[in-house]
């Protein structure tokens, strides 16, 4: 039996865009602009195409522009490059995201680092990461943004909590350990190489798992109580049936012990693209020298 409660993701996820909506009407009226947010989608990869029209739909529900540019995956670094120039450049872009992975003849790392700070949306620039980490006004990556505020959404203040963060990526582990000092958390991240992770993880009253393997979390690893925001999309075949995505965590199992766990899917999931959107929002305020309220 459940003990934790279930935090619905998909829930919170649509209270941020009504805020975000509401902000942008307020926004276009006071101001006499609209945000706008450019996705760049080079290749034909599945997963991202969808992603990258669900960015497109939520984008305009919310009353902002989105631009889509969509290049064959024979497009070179340099018209890549060409194009993240006349973006930086366009007043009308606020926010700026291209989708990854990129084809592998491109260094993604040279394209993400092209993208002008103030419009670097996904917070992966190296002067947002260092902004946020000595605590400037930082676009703060999406998927951490949002596992935060899933957190707060069970408690709102996390300070002098033990927080164990598992997993070291600069997509998800290390911003979301800079985010969670920020909220006066004890912060501890442990990776693959990490001894006896599950001792580790059993001093937590706050649990993120970013580790990208099936259910690597288990039940008995989780403190009675404890907070559990599960980062982890992992798709397992079925045999026979059609494939199941899977968290980090064995979901049941911690569920039992846990105080509040967030569920795969409608978890953390549905807050990326919440997140994309307050991070545009947050962008254009601060383009036209505006008073930060995303
Ligand atoms: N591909 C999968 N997730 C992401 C993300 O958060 N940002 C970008 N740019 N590409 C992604």
Known sequence: MSGASIIDGKAVAAQVRADIAGKVEALKSAHGFTPGLAVVLVGEDPASQVYVRNK??????VGMNSIEHKLPDTTSEAEILALVDSLNKDAGVHGILVQLPLPKH???EKVLNAIDPAK??????PVNVGRLWVGEP????????????????????????????????????????????RENCTVTVAHSRT????????????????????????????????????????????????????????????????????PVPGGVGP???????????????????????A
């Open 56 to 61: 497109g739909q939520q984008t305009k529900e």
């Open 106 to 108: 491109v260094n993604s």
């Open 120 to 125: 670097d949306v996904d917070g992966f620039h």
């Open 138 to 181: 930082a676009l703060a990556p999406c998927t951490p943004t949002g596992s935060l505020i899933l957190a707060k959404s069970v408690q709102e203040n996390l300070s002098g909590m033990n927080a164990v963060i598992i997993g070291r990526s600069n997509i998800v582990g290390k911003p979301m350990a800079a985010l969670l000092l």
């Open 195 to 262: 001894k006896d992770i599950q001792s580790v993880v059993k001093g937590a009253d706050l649990v993120v798992a970013a580790v990208g393997i099936a259910e690597f979390v288990k039940g008995d690893w989780i403190k009675p109580g404890a907070i559990v925001i599960d980062v982890g999309i992992n798709r397992v075949e079925v045999p026979g049936g059609k494939a199941k995505l899977k968290g980090d965590v064995a979901f049941a199992e911690a569920a039992a012990v846990a105080g509040a766990i967030t």
């Open 271 to 293: 807050m990326t693209i919440a997140c994309l959107l307050k991070n545009t929002l947050q962008a254009a305020q601060m383009q036209h020298g505006l008073e930060i309220t």
